[in-house]
T-cell receptor
Framework: GAVVSQHPSRVICKSGTSVKIECRSLDFQATTMFWYRQFPKQSLMLMATSNEGSKATYEQGVEKDKFLINHASLTLSTLTVTSAHPEDSSFYIC????????????FGPGTRLTVL | GEDVEQSLFLSVREGDSSVINCTYTDSSSTYLYWYKQEPGAGLQLLTYIFSNMDMKQDQRLTVLLNKKDKHLSLRIADTQTGDSAIYFCAVPRAGGYQKVTFGIGTKLQVIP
């Protein structure tokens, strides 16, 4: 149980284009989903928190107009990197948190974004 | 904000025990977590401990929590080559039980 998928696993795009990454909870309903960014050999940096049906809450320093998050259902959240630039190249990981007492986050396998 | 510190690297021989340490500053009284990340993959939840416990054992894994010193450790008994990965401790942020702060991760290298 508690499986989270991400699609695509890898994406290469040209500078200036937009890229959408999907995060799905496959066997549970995720009341909250989180989006993280991980640079090589570094920890995870929380970008934003999204709750189903409401606007995402962005961490300080994260541009909400550049990283659009939609959490349209209890099993799907999307992150769209708009007008991508090479500095947006990174490993993006989502996590999903269901209802329950442990508040455990279950992570997707990550998406490697490379912007040329 | 919450600071979570881990050593960067640990090398052990196959069959030995590994101990990965984590210290933190503030935390709300909920759960503390250990995650494992293999190369190019997401994070896998290994185990967690409730903050009113001081020890939890789960097969080869033992978690020790010293709440007074704000010190969390993960012991892996009989370490195998498949245990080679990066291990992150994650601590809830004070005032926000949903969000956690991750340590930088400890890279465990298991020598055959």
């Amino acid at each position: 149980g508690a499986v989270v998928s991400q699609h695509p696993s890898r994406v290469i795009c040209k500078s200036g284009t937009s890229v959408k990454i999907e995060c799905r909870s496959l066997d549970f309903q995720a009341t909250t989903m989180f989006w993280y960014r991980q640079f090589p050999k570094q920890s995870l940096m929380l970008m934003a928190t999204s709750n189903e049906g409401s606007k995402a809450t962005y961490e300080q320093g994260v541009e909400k107009d550049k990283f659009l998050i939609n959490h349209a259902s209890l099993t799907l959240s999307t992150l769209t990197v708009t007008s991508a630039h090479p500095e947006d190249s990174s490993f993006y990981i989502c996590s999903a948190q269901g209802e329950g007492s442990t508040d455990t986050q279950y992570f997707g396998p990550g998406t490697r974004l490379t912007v040329l | 904000g919450e600071d979570v510190e881990q050593s960067l690297f640990l090398s052990v021989r196959e069959g030995d025990s590994s101990v990965i340490n984590c210290t933190y500053t503030d935390s709300s009284s909920t759960y503390l977590y250990w995650y494992k990340q293999e190369p190019g993959a997401g994070l896998q939840l290994l185990t967690y401990i409730f903050s009113n416990m001081d020890m939890k054992q789960d097969q080869r894994l033992t978690v020790l929590l010293n709440k007074k010193d704000k010190h969390l450790s993960l012991r892996i008994a009989d370490t195998q080559t498949g245990d080679s990965a990066i291990y992150f401790c994650a601590v809830p942020r004070a005032g926000g039980y949903q969000k956690v702060t991750f340590g930088i991760g400890t890279k465990l290298q298991v020598i055959p």
